[in-house]
């Protein structure tokens, strides 16, 4: 038991340093850098890194050091975004298809319908037709994850329904969405909150993809995937371009995969048991 709890302790901790690295600078990108990251300088073009440019200055003479700062911010910000809206909408849904039966089958044909559809291909559609924005990003990237919360809390529900206590619950005639909020919530909440730390580094890792491909977020948002597909034409020229939002992204989403990982350890007694 206590050889599962110092690896959760370890995974947990060295995920909240990793992505504190990156989360601390990125919403103090302000007071760290002084300059405008959307400032052209066609002076500074391809300027080197040093004391003037810290990470050095792209094609048009931005500061990379700014846009790899204030990158993080949208990176982050659309990850904690999708995390929530499809926690909200997944457990809600997955909840009331477990507990109503008769909605059960109508329900989960919807999310199969959901799951088959891909989420590049649903962001070039979305990109193509309402063009490139954060919200289009949003939702490209979410709707292909409610399914998965809707599964895990659907499965998580016809199990604990099941339960004496819910049973009983259910014979002195409690309401369902009572017994949903008192007793099925709080013992699905551990295996949701790992699930979102997984969400959130996929959404992350997605919106960098999708920006690389040219449909994330507009050109004036500094993100990482921005920051990439620009650099890969001038890769040879000036590789600090596309070494630093590359690092920033990688510690990024390794910091929370394995924030997801000790929190895992940490909620399922079971697995902690076996480590």
């Known amino acids: 038991m ?6 959760m302790n370890s995974s947990y901790w060295m995920g909240a340093v990793l992505l504190g690295a990156v989360l601390v600078p990125s919403l103090l990108a302000p007071w760290l850098s002084s300059a405008d990251p959307l400032l052209i300088e066609p002076f500074s073009r391809f300027a080197q890194p040093g004391p003037e440019h810290l990470f050095g200055a792209d094609a048009l003479g931005r500061d990379v050091f700014s846009r790899t700062l204030y990158g993080g911010q949208t990176s982050l910000v659309v990850g904690a975004v999708v995390t929530l809206v499809t926690v909200a909408l997944g457990a809600t849904i997955g909840a009331t298809s477990g507990f109503f039966r008769p909605l059960d089958a109508v329900v989960m044909r919807i999310m199969d ?19 490139n924005s954060l919200m289009t990003v949003v939702v490209a990237i979410a709707t292909p994850e409610v399914p998965r919360v809707v599964r895990l809390v659907r499965s998580l529900v016809l199990s604990l329904r099941e339960e004496l206590y819910v049973m009983a619950a259910v014979a002195v005639a409690t309401p369902r969405p009572v017994i949903i909020k008192r007793h099925i919530v709080p013992n699905a909440l551990p295996a949701l909150v790992v699930l979102a730390t997984y969400i959130c580094a996929a959404a992350i890792l997605t919106e960098a993809t999708l920006g690389f491909l040219g449909v994330g977020v507009p050109p004036e948002y500094p993100s990482w995937g921005n920051m990439i597909a620009e650099a890969r ?18 510690i990024t ?10 929190l895992r350890d940490s909620l399922d007694p079971k697995l902690a048991e076996k480590i």
């Open 2 to 7: 206590r050889r599962g709890s110092s690896r």
């Open 113 to 131: 319908g959901l799951m088959a559809i891909p989420g590049l291909l649903l962001a070039i559609a979305l990109a193509a037709t309402f063009g």
């Open 233 to 250: 034409i001038s890769f040879q020229v000036a590789p600090w371009l596309i070494l630093f939002p590359s690092l920033f992204l990688t």
């Open 253 to 262: 989403v390794l910091g929370v995969n394995l924030l997801g990982d000790g």
